[in-house]
Nanobody
Framework: QVQLVESGGGLVQAGGSLRLSCAASGRTFRNYAMGWFRQAPGKEREFVAAKSWSGGYTNYADSVKGRFTISRDNAKNTVYLQMDSLKLEDTAVYYC????????????????WGQGTQVTVSS
Protein backbone atom coordinates (compact mmCIF):
# COMPACT_ATOMS: atom_id res chain seq x y z
CA GLN A 1 0.00 0.00 0.00
CA VAL A 2 1.04 3.55 -0.64
CA GLN A 3 -0.64 6.55 0.92
CA LEU A 4 -1.29 9.56 -1.28
CA VAL A 5 -2.05 13.17 -0.36
CA GLU A 6 -2.92 15.76 -3.01
CA SER A 7 -2.48 19.50 -2.65
CA GLY A 8 -2.45 22.61 -4.80
CA GLY A 9 -6.06 22.86 -5.83
CA GLY A 10 -7.99 26.11 -5.71
CA LEU A 11 -9.89 28.75 -7.60
CA VAL A 12 -8.38 30.11 -10.80
CA GLN A 13 -9.63 32.17 -13.71
CA ALA A 14 -9.97 30.65 -17.14
CA GLY A 15 -6.65 30.78 -18.94
CA GLY A 16 -4.71 30.57 -15.70
CA SER A 17 -2.48 27.87 -14.27
CA LEU A 18 -2.27 25.61 -11.25
CA ARG A 19 0.16 22.93 -10.17
CA LEU A 20 -1.13 19.97 -8.24
CA SER A 21 1.15 17.87 -6.09
CA CYS A 22 0.67 14.35 -4.80
CA ALA A 23 2.94 13.22 -1.99
CA ALA A 24 3.33 9.49 -1.46
CA SER A 25 4.38 7.51 1.58
CA GLY A 26 4.48 3.87 2.48
CA ARG A 27 5.72 1.39 -0.06
CA THR A 28 8.49 2.31 -2.47
CA PHE A 29 7.05 5.08 -4.59
CA ARG A 30 9.33 4.52 -7.52
CA ASN A 31 7.85 1.08 -8.10
CA TYR A 32 4.44 2.51 -8.90
CA ALA A 33 2.90 3.94 -12.03
CA MET A 34 1.08 7.16 -11.19
CA GLY A 35 -2.07 8.61 -12.63
CA TRP A 36 -4.24 11.68 -12.31
CA PHE A 37 -7.99 11.46 -12.64
CA ARG A 38 -10.78 13.96 -12.16
CA GLN A 39 -14.45 13.89 -11.36
CA ALA A 40 -16.92 16.68 -11.97
CA PRO A 41 -20.32 16.76 -10.22
CA GLY A 42 -22.70 14.25 -11.74
CA LYS A 43 -20.04 12.76 -13.99
CA GLU A 44 -17.92 9.65 -14.03
CA ARG A 45 -14.32 9.76 -12.87
CA GLU A 46 -12.18 10.31 -15.93
CA PHE A 47 -8.57 9.80 -16.83
CA VAL A 48 -6.34 12.86 -17.11
CA ALA A 49 -2.71 11.72 -17.27
CA ALA A 50 -0.40 8.87 -16.29
CA LYS A 51 3.31 8.23 -16.05
CA SER A 52 5.27 5.03 -15.63
CA TRP A 53 7.52 4.40 -12.63
CA SER A 54 10.61 5.19 -14.70
CA GLY A 55 9.05 8.25 -16.28
CA GLY A 56 9.67 6.84 -19.74
CA TYR A 57 6.00 6.46 -20.59
CA THR A 58 3.47 9.27 -20.41
CA ASN A 59 -0.12 9.42 -21.57
CA TYR A 60 -2.71 12.20 -21.57
CA ALA A 61 -6.40 12.46 -22.21
CA ASP A 62 -7.12 14.25 -25.47
CA SER A 63 -8.98 16.96 -23.57
CA VAL A 64 -5.83 18.05 -21.71
CA LYS A 65 -3.10 17.23 -24.21
CA GLY A 66 -0.88 20.24 -24.80
CA ARG A 67 -2.17 22.03 -21.69
CA PHE A 68 -1.35 19.67 -18.80
CA THR A 69 1.98 18.10 -17.90
CA ILE A 70 2.51 15.19 -15.52
CA SER A 71 5.89 14.77 -13.90
CA ARG A 72 7.34 12.85 -11.02
CA ASP A 73 10.26 13.20 -8.67
CA ASN A 74 11.04 9.79 -7.25
CA ALA A 75 13.59 11.26 -4.83
CA LYS A 76 10.82 13.34 -3.29
CA ASN A 77 8.11 10.68 -3.61
CA THR A 78 5.95 13.21 -5.40
CA VAL A 79 4.03 13.41 -8.65
CA TYR A 80 2.88 16.70 -10.13
CA LEU A 81 0.25 17.88 -12.55
CA GLN A 82 1.00 21.24 -14.13
CA MET A 83 -2.21 22.64 -15.57
CA ASP A 84 -1.99 25.57 -17.97
CA SER A 85 -4.58 27.36 -20.11
CA LEU A 86 -7.29 26.15 -17.78
CA LYS A 87 -10.84 26.01 -19.08
CA LEU A 88 -14.21 26.09 -17.33
CA GLU A 89 -14.64 22.41 -18.15
CA ASP A 90 -11.51 21.53 -16.17
CA THR A 91 -13.45 22.21 -12.97
CA ALA A 92 -13.48 18.99 -10.94
CA VAL A 93 -12.04 17.17 -7.98
CA TYR A 94 -8.63 15.89 -9.01
CA TYR A 95 -7.30 12.62 -7.65
CA CYS A 96 -3.91 11.04 -7.88
CA UNK A 97 -3.63 7.27 -7.97
CA UNK A 98 -0.89 4.66 -7.81
CA UNK A 99 -0.70 1.32 -9.53
CA UNK A 100 1.84 -1.44 -9.01
CA UNK A 101 1.62 -2.46 -12.68
CA UNK A 102 1.90 -0.48 -15.91
CA UNK A 103 0.05 2.83 -16.27
CA UNK A 104 -3.60 2.58 -17.21
CA UNK A 105 -6.35 4.94 -18.32
CA UNK A 106 -8.94 3.01 -16.29
CA UNK A 107 -9.51 4.17 -12.74
CA UNK A 108 -10.50 0.66 -11.62
CA UNK A 109 -6.95 -0.51 -12.36
CA UNK A 110 -5.42 1.65 -9.62
CA UNK A 111 -5.10 0.27 -6.11
CA UNK A 112 -4.28 3.41 -4.17
CA TRP A 113 -6.01 6.79 -4.16
CA GLY A 114 -5.64 10.16 -2.56
CA GLN A 115 -8.52 12.09 -1.05
CA GLY A 116 -8.75 14.54 -3.93
CA THR A 117 -8.28 18.27 -4.32
CA GLN A 118 -10.83 20.68 -5.76
CA VAL A 119 -9.99 22.71 -8.84
CA THR A 120 -12.47 25.40 -9.82
CA VAL A 121 -12.03 27.45 -12.96
CA SER A 122 -14.06 30.63 -13.18
CA SER A 123 -14.88 32.88 -16.12
Amino acid sequence: QVQLVESGGGLVQAGGSLRLSCAASGRTFRNYAMGWFRQAPGKEREFVAAKSWSGGYTNYADSVKGRFTISRDNAKNTVYLQMDSLKLEDTAVYYCAARSLAPSVYHKDYENWGQGTQVTVSS
